[in-house]
């Protein structure tokens, strides 16, 4: 019994220590196998040198479109209109008549000081007859005194007949001065029944027709609106926009500055700054400033908007890389740039960076914005710009653009693949 007991043991003991034996040579295998063969992760992109550009600091701001001239007119006169020679947004020629009022009552009183003018006149052609008679009667007098024929008195009453009609004549005189002086009042209130233009200009939505009635100074005292509004038609306008008051150093009379609008896609408006405001606005702190444009055609009407871009400071030079190459986090903003390993194949390192101003933006030919780098990136550094959002670090990069570059065709009908062309194929954002 107790020899079965041992036996039983020592099977035991024996079955353990080969279990032990068989995991410690499964765990030695483990441990000393060879690595797995490691996959190198490839991704391609497209490969752009990091650039020097010089930037023009510049404040993005809107300016409002002013005609050179313009003017609310409005009678001075009151009267039924008589007739209306323009249409809602014509174009009407300096001195052009707009608007004719009735003026029949004031041209019957024109005739009344008209003809008093000419009684005044017949009267004045009476004393100077009479002056002509009694100058004769008084050289008759002192004749006759000096062979004694008359007395002293005699000569004295007529010289005085004389001087009362010279005086009857200043009377007739003057009269016929104001009465002149009157007709030509009226006819300074004549016309000012007849509205005109006073410069070549185009004339807002008209308000007044035939037969209306218009009360004086249409507009001032809340009798209504103006007649018409007048906006000068000219080969430039003014085009009015407002700086921060700490950039007002920069923006100087006889400056040129760009601006750009709708109506002219593609073509940048170039202004040139003609006047500043002379204080700044209290309540924005800005400072109005004048710029004249040239308008063909007259496209720049009264009331647009414009954008204008105004030089704020001097030009800085930059480091800059495609906005594409920024790969954007809440940690920070980095881009992966390219660089060869001990094999000599390209690899990608994600390098943090501070980013500066928008150096450039998109353009109508499909080239990309680029963006400053203010540390992180040194000029003629390799980034990946397209494709870059791929990456990882330590990732092999395929150049796309230098692929690309390689695809084509050689000969007379294909690209170069000399050096030259391939430095060329990874200049700054060429696709």
């Known amino acids: 019994m107790k020899r079965s007991a041992i036996v039983a043991a020592s099977v035991l003991f024996g079955v ?47 300016g409002t479109v002013f005609s050179r001239r313009t003017v609310r007119v409005q009678n001075e006169m009151s009267g039924i209109v008589k007739k209306v020679n323009f249409e809602s947004g014509s174009i009407v020629e300096a001195d052009q008549v707009l608007i004719t009022l009735d003026d029949s009552t004031d041209r019957a009183d024109l005739a009344a000081l008209e003809a008093s003018v000419r009684v005044s006149e017949a009267d004045l052609n009476v004393v100077e007859a009479r002056i002509r008679l009694a100058e004769a009667e008084y050289d008759r007098q002192l004749q006759a005194n000096r062979v004694a024929a008359t007395s002293a008195m005699e000569v004295d009453r007529a010289k005085a007949e004389v001087d009362k009609a010279a005086a009857e004549r200043a009377r007739v005189q003057a009269e016929i001065e104001e009465a002149k002086a009157k007709v030509q009042q009226m006819q300074v209130r004549l016309a000012k029944f007849t509205i005109r233009a006073p410069f070549r200009s185009r004339v807002g939505m008209r308000s007044v027709h035939e037969g209306q009635f218009l009360p004086p100074q249409m507009g001032m005292g809340g009798d209504g609106g103006s007649v018409a509004v ?11 926009f407002a700086v921060p008051q700490e950039f007002l150093r920069s923006v100087q009379p006889g400056m040129i500055v760009e601006a750009a609008s709708e109506l002219f896609p593609g073509q940048p408006l170039s202004l040139k700054v003609v006047a500043l405001d002379s204080s700044v606005d209290r309540g924005t702190r800005n400072i109005r400033v004048r710029s004249e444009v040239k308008n063909p055609g007259g496209t720049l009407r009264q009331g647009m908007s414009v954008k204008v871009s105004v030089p704020v400071d001097v030009p800085v030079e930059y480091v800059a890389v495609p906005a594409v190459a920024i790969r954007r986090a809440s940690y920070g903003d980095a881009v992966y740039a390219v660089e060869k390993d001990k094999d000599g194949k390209d690899r990608a390192v994600q390098r943090f960076v501070k980013l500066g101003p928008v150096v450039s933006e998109p353009d109508a030919t499909g080239g990309a914005a680029w963006i400053a780098v203010l540390t992180g990136v040194k000029e003629g550094d390799r980034i990946a710009a397209t494709g870059s959002f791929k990456l990882r670090e330590g990732a092999i990069v395929i150049d796309v653009s230098a692929a690309q570059a390689a695809a084509q065709p050689t000969g007379s009908g294909g690209h170069s693949t000399s050096p030259e062309a391939d430095a060329k194929t990874q200049q700054p954002g060429t696709r």
């Open 16 to 62: 353990i220590g080969l279990a032990a034996a068989g995991l410690w040579f499964v765990k030695y295998r483990r441990d000393h196998a060879p690595p797995p063969p490691v996959f190198d992760h490839m991704e391609s992109a497209e490969i752009v040198l990091a650039k020097k550009v010089l930037f023009q600091p510049r404040s993005e701001l809107t």
């Open 230 to 240: 007048l906006e000068e038609v000219s080969d430039t306008v003014y085009l009015d």
